[in-house]
């Protein structure tokens, strides 16, 4: 369970980061390797060339931008859990980060990793679509902008370009009525079904469901019985809102079942 | 011929200079080119924590970590952690049996303890959930820990 050989390169600016991916199709990026060294070992995964990001200053860094929370796509899982910006402006990315994988595991994977990889399990893009984050995203063409809504297309599936980077996730102005449930077998397991819920002021509730499809879901129609509080309608608005895929660990009926547990849950968190 | 590099790293406070195949993982490096075969390799994908060292202080997979990727890096094994509390304490408390998971549990416990040094049974087993044992069944282990922490459990 090794990898098989690829050459290393470790830019030192985005551009030669850019230029190193366009020069070969079969180039990764290499964030924080948690997933993709994984896949590397079990050979699931064979770029020919690995391009290390850690150079990229411009990646790193959690700040106030004027409007939200600008987070770099370097920032650790470790730094979501323990930053004091994060825990003040983003809580429900505190919240998630707590429970994700391990603490050995968090030192060194990034948000932008596991946003670019859009495993169907992750917990980060559903608490980007909850939250209605921005993805900035660099290419060898400019500079362009999406909305997490329209990021994640499917299982590993993102509206990456080939050869495109995530720079960093802007997070709109702080919500606090928050709640975030992951139903696990075990600490750190990858999610059986989870939920990322932020309740804006003067807005329906974005509840995102993780582990349930192949791409995070808003139940949009749940969003809406809970604004007229009535969490047995939620609930039932599931089956609607959801279209669960079967896992070997859950079956598509058990997702559908636990959602709801879960949100009946996760509403009397929201419901304070 | 695969693809090398030349890497500068500190191990165990001493300075390391060696040629590393790019591929090879940090914890392949510590034990292969360095002899330091306290850490051990188990899963090779993230999972089970044998492999479990120091980087720049803080605890990581050596199995999700090139060697080129410590270039430049402080890394620390068990062989060159002060781990010697909670070493004794595993001894009394029978928190070892083959010894595999060792290392992993004593780097990744001191972690814990570092970051709270009063955890809770609950908190300690959720901290070291990433830690696999298939000897001892796990609660001597936590007990060890705890006795550390200066909180005595049955």
Same mark, same amino acid.
């Given at each position: ?82 930053? @004091? ?69 499917? %299982? ?77 309608? %939620?609930? %039932? ?36 | ?101 060792? @290392? ?51």
């Amino acid at each position: 369970m090794k990898p098989a050989p690829f050459d290393y390169l470790r830019p030192e600016d985005l551009d030669a980061a850019l230029a190193a991916l366009a020069a070969d199709p079969e180039a990764a990026a290499l964030a924080g390797g948690q997933s993709l060294l994984a896949m590397m070992n079990m050979r699931a995964a064979r770029p020919t060339t690995l391009v290390d990001l850690s150079g990229l200053s411009e990646l790193r860094g959690v700040a106030e931008d004027g409007v939200g929370l600008r987070i770099g796509a370097l920032t650790t899982h470790a730094t979501l859990e323990t930053d @004091p910006l994060i825990a003040a402006r983003a809580p429900l990315l505190q919240c998630a980060a707590r429970e994700l994988a391990h603490p050995a595991i968090r030192n060194r994977g990034a948000i932008g990793g596991s946003l670019a990889l859009a495993d169907p399990a992750a917990e980060l893009p559903a608490v980007a679509v909850a939250l209605n984050g921005t993805l900035e995203i660099a290419g060898q063409d400019g500079r362009r902008e999406i909305a997490a809504d329209d990021f994640f297309l499917g %299982a590993y599936e993102t509206a990456l370009a080939p050869g495109e980077l995530i720079v960093a996730i802007r997070i709109p102005s702080t919500v606090k009525r928050v709640a975030y449930r992951k139903l696990a077998r075990r600490h750190g397991d990858y999610a059986m079904v989870g939920l990322a819920a932020a309740w804006p002021k003067d807005d329906s509730p974005r509840i995102a469901f993780f582990a349930v499809s192949d791409a995070p879901t808003l139940a949009v129609r749940a969003g809406r019985a809970l604004v007229a509080g009535d969490v047995d309608a %939620a609930v %039932a608005a599931l089956a609607d809102d959801l279209s669960p895929i079967d896992h070997p660990d859950c079956d598509a009926a058990t997702k559908l079942h636990l959602a709801g547990v879960l949100l009946r849950r996760a509403y009397l968190e929201l419901g304070e | 011929m695969e693809p090398e590099a030349t890497i500068r790293l500190t191990v165990n406070g001493e300075a390391v200079q060696a040629r590393t195949p790019v591929r090879q993982s940090l914890v392949d490096f510590l034990r292969e080119e360095l002899d330091l075969t306290g850490s051990h390799v188990g899963c090779e994908h993230g999972v089970c924590g044998a492999c479990t060292l120091l980087l720049n202080g803080e605890i990581v997979r050596g199995c999700l970590t090139l060697a080129v990727q410590a270039e430049g890096a402080d890394v620390t094994t068990v062989e060159g952690a002060d781990l010697k509390s909670l070493q004794e304490a595993f001894v009394e408390r029978n928190a070892l049996q083959c010894g595999f998971c060792t @290392p992993g549990m004593l780097l990744t416990a001191d972690a814990l303890l570092k970051r709270n040094p009063t955890p809770t049974r609950k908190e300690a087993r959720a901290f070291l959930s990433g830690n696999y044992c298939r000897c001892t069944g796990y609660h001597a282990i936590v007990d060890a820990v705890l006795a550390v922490a200066g909180r005595e459990t049955s």
